[in-house]
Structures are given as C-alpha cells and as structure tokens.
C-alpha cells in the first residue's frame, strides 16, 4: 500500500479511521483483520483480531499498513469503539477507588 509519504497514524486520519476501526489486509497468507488501539503522532498501535478466519488473543503492538491493502470491516457492537468504552470504564472505575483510597486515608488523618 503506498501511504502517499504519510506515516501510519496520519494515513489511517486521512481515512476517517480510529480507535476501534477494524481492518482487512492479507499479504498472501489469508485475510488478517486487526482493530486500531491507538494513533499517535505517526504510530499506529493496533492488535490482531484474527488471521485467515481463526481468532487471535494478541497483544497491541506498532503496526504498519505499508505491507499490504487495508480495507475496513465491521465492528460488531454499538458506534462506541469498545476499546473507548473499556478505558473509559476502567479510568473511571479506578479513578474512583483512588479517591476513596485517598478519602479514607484522610479521614484516618484527622
């Protein structure tokens, strides 16, 4: 795929794609479908969903799109990415036992 002298993370930008975008390429091994964790200023952070159709657990990891052509798939679920939602629960969930931590280690104080 030429990336048009973009970096990874600027080309997916360019194409409306984001966090929780899922995408198909196959390098000749059979279809790979990744899902966007993260873009950084060039980086592009993702994890494989599945490699030709056998689900994957792997890890996020720098990916590159320059390989092969990439085309978007379905996510399946709401409009809300769900790595979006899951962040959000778990900062928020943490959050809040900090600050009861915190609350509860200034009520001994007193």
Do not use: F
Not at 71 to 95: A, D, F, L, M, W
């Amino acid at each position: 795929m030429n990336l048009h002298g973009m970096s990874n993370a600027e080309y997916c930008r360019s194409r409306g794609w984001g966090v929780g975008t899922r995408l198909v390429g196959d390098e000749g091994y059979g279809p790979t479908i990744i899902e966007i964790t993260a873009l950084g200023d060039e980086m592009l952070i993702a994890k494989a969903i599945s490699r030709n159709g056998e689900p994957v657990n792997d890890r996020e990891a720098p990916w590159t799109l320059a390989c092969q052509d990439w085309s978007t798939v379905p996510n399946p679920g709401t409009n809300v990415p769900k790595t979006q939602t899951i962040v959000h629960e778990r900062c928020t969930r943490e959050g809040d036992e900090r600050a009861a931590r915190t609350g509860a280690a200034h009520e001994e104080e007193r």
